[in-house]
């Protein structure tokens, strides 16, 4: 049959024909011979052919050891090797676009080593650059799923659980997943896993994409101006008023608290407003909030959100504090918050941890600039609250007639992933650092030498499969930061290089204290207790709901209706389908009640 087959999808394979040993600082490149299986796909015909072809292997080293400031790496012995080498395919990775010369998605220092260590190679169908649910769907239909896979959209899961395409892997998670595994992954007691049941079954491996309470605010202020106008950091909305009422009048920034058109999630979120009322009615884009509505069921925030957080928000618009296009502007898109931030148009935004990394270029516009970040202020009540960050559901499959072997090679990279992170400072080699729990640290890559010093490199490890998101665990930053404060309690003069190329940013610092103020008042978070599945019927209900609530909203705030139409509002949106989406929700709820009651506690 002709190679020239067009619309072609290539699947590779690379089984280790001779491997080189690890050798020393000054040793040259490895030259290596690989054996490569190359799947010609063009409809449901497959094509094999054998080719042999030489990379180039940068060999191993610990070379950092014999540097001043250098370090002997402590990695913990993987949990198994792998002989011969398993190959599983999936998809994905998180690389940059630009490798060096003779590097590639499937052959790069990262897949190297675990071959080398454990014995594992992930052969990558496709790219994770967007549009994953479009290819899985043909993969499904085509027969051609992934071994090994994540998947988010409840509908896609649901097609997968009940369509028989997803194997139960109870037996081998039982057998193989390590007690700190399942500790770390909260096993099974965590909110994120009873999708990942059915009848009592393990289906799924549930993740968070990023740390639990990641994406929920802190109030970040510029400290330097609190400074300039007498003011302390805000405990409470009085303060908060105070605060951006002096930023305004001082000429400081036009915008004394800054907030998107999305109103209550991630950046410029204000869901603190409603959360010192208990409630949070509503997510990212206006998605509908669920909670518990004390009667074992669960109810809609827009149902039973008070009067009060959009009468405390219209008193702000009112009074010139938040931006007089608020509903116009994007949190991402350019300019947006960040734009917003760093360039000095607002001295005071609600955002998560992360938004510390804004440091740097806030101090490039501003050298004078001194940033904060305090815990969401108490309102009138005495109270606070704000949302979750949380989505169950998410999670990772293996699919249906998996050779079992390829389950647990998988499981057990898990399993050594956790256990390396329980010790970053050990792995600077070949782990990951606290500072951010999706970056390696592979030298010529993340970083690499000047002279005795540590600089950031030019590119991003190339990795996939079992690597984030799919290890992440919802403590994975609190286990993270330890490092940072086992760094930081050190005296400087006692750091090595690696510990010195962490330490010399700021933001670094400020990032890990942020998220201690989140974790530390994790009591006050409010969650969605449920994620409906992205079915036809429920996307257009649930855009129509996000319509009326945003446009109800919106008008309030700037003061186009009144909020003495409040429960006309409840009304409408129970009316024009909100009722229905109710009923669905609690029908998704009670089956996860269900669930849970089913999945044994050992």
């Excluded at 030489?54 to 001043?68: D, F, I, N, Y």
């Excluded at 043909?138 to 009940?162: H, N, R, W």
């Excluded at 360039?343 to 270029?361: D, E, I, K, L």
């Amino acid at each position: 049959m002709s190679e020239e087959l067009t619309r072609r999808r290539f699947m590779k394979g690379m089984v280790i024909a001779a491997t080189g040993a690890m050798i020393g600082a000054c040793a040259p490149k490895t030259v290596v011979v690989t054996k490569e299986v190359e799947k010609i796909v063009k409809e449901t015909v497959l094509v094999e052919k054998e080719v042999t072809r030489v990379v180039e292997k940068t060999a191993v080293t610990e070379k950092s050891a014999a540097r001043p400031g250098g370090w002997v790496p402590k990695i913990p012995a993987p949990p198994k090797k792998y002989d011969p080498l398993v190959h599983v395919r999936t998809y994905g990775g998180y690389y940059a676009s630009v490798l060096p010369e003779g590097d590639t998605r499937d052959q790069n220092p990262w897949s190297r080593y675990l071959d080398e260590q454990m014995g594992i190679h992930y052969d990558f169908m496709w790219e994770f650059e967007g549009h994953q649910t479009a290819k899985l769907d043909l993969a499904i239909a085509s027969g051609e799923l992934p071994d090994y896979f994540v998947c988010a959209p409840k509908t896609l899961m649901t097609q997968l659980q009940e369509g028989g395409l997803v194997e139960d892997i109870t037996d081998i998670w039982n057998a193989t997943a390590s007690p700190l595994l399942k500790q770390r992954k909260e096993y099974p007691t965590h909110g994120f896993w009873p999708p990942c049941f059915i009848d009592g079954r393990l289906y799924g491996i549930a993740y968070l994409n990023g740390p639990d309470y990641g994406q929920e605010p802190t109030l970040w202020i510029r400290k330097d101006w609190l400074d300039k106008v007498g003011l302390e950091p805000p405990k409470t909305f009085d303060d908060v008023e105070a605060i951006a009422t002096a930023f305004v009048k001082e000429g400081l920034c036009p915008i004394g608290l800054w907030t998107s058109e999305y109103l209550l999630t991630q950046l410029g979120s204000l869901s603190w407003v409603f959360g010192a009322y208990g409630v949070v009615p509503i997510g990212y884009a206006w998605e509908t909030w669920w909670m518990k509505d004390g009667k074992g069921g669960v109810i809609a925030g827009p149902v039973v959100a008070p009067a009060e957080p959009l009468a405390i928000i219209r008193d702000w618009y009112a009074k010139g504090l938040l931006a007089k296009d608020w509903f116009t502007m994007q949190m991402w898109q350019n300019p947006g918050g960040i734009a917003y931030w760093t360039g000095g148009q607002t001295g005071m935004v609600a955002c998560a941890w992360w938004f510390g990394s804004m440091m740097a270029a806030t101090k490039q516009n501003d050298p004078e600039a001194d940033i904060i970040d305090v815990t969401v202020p108490y309102g009138p009540n005495g109270k606070r609250g704000r949302e979750a960050s949380l989505r169950p559901g998410e999670m990772s499959f293996f699919k249906k007639g998996i050779d079992p072997t390829k389950i647990e090679a998988v499981i057990n990279h898990m399993n050594w992933i956790v256990d390396r992170y329980e010790h970053p400072s050990a792995n600077y080699d070949y782990g990951y650092t606290s500072w951010h729990s999706s970056q390696g640290t592979h030298e010529g890559y993340e970083w690499k030498w000047e002279g005795d010093k540590i600089v950031a490199g030019d590119y991003q490890i190339v990795r996939g499969g079992a690597e984030a998101p799919n290890w992440w665990y919802p403590g994975m930053k609190v286990v993270g930061d330890r490092n940072m404060d086992e760094i930081a309690a050190k005296p400087a003069e006692q750091w090595n290089a690696f510990e010195r190329f962490v330490m010399k940013d700021p933001w670094r610092a400020a990032q890990t204290e942020a998220y201690k103020h989140v974790y530390e008042s994790r009591d006050i978070t409010i969650r969605n207790e449920v994620w409906l599945p992205a079915t036809s019927d429920v996307e257009d209900a649930g855009k129509e709901m996000e319509k009326l609530c945003q446009q109800y909203y919106t008008d309030v705030i700037i003061g186009k209706q009144s909020l003495d139409d409040l429960d006309k509002f409840k009304q409408e949106w129970l009316d024009r389908g909100g009722a229905e989406l109710t009923e669905l929700a609690n029908k998704y709820y009670l089956k996860d009640q269900e669930e849970l009651k089913k999945i044994p506690k050992s």
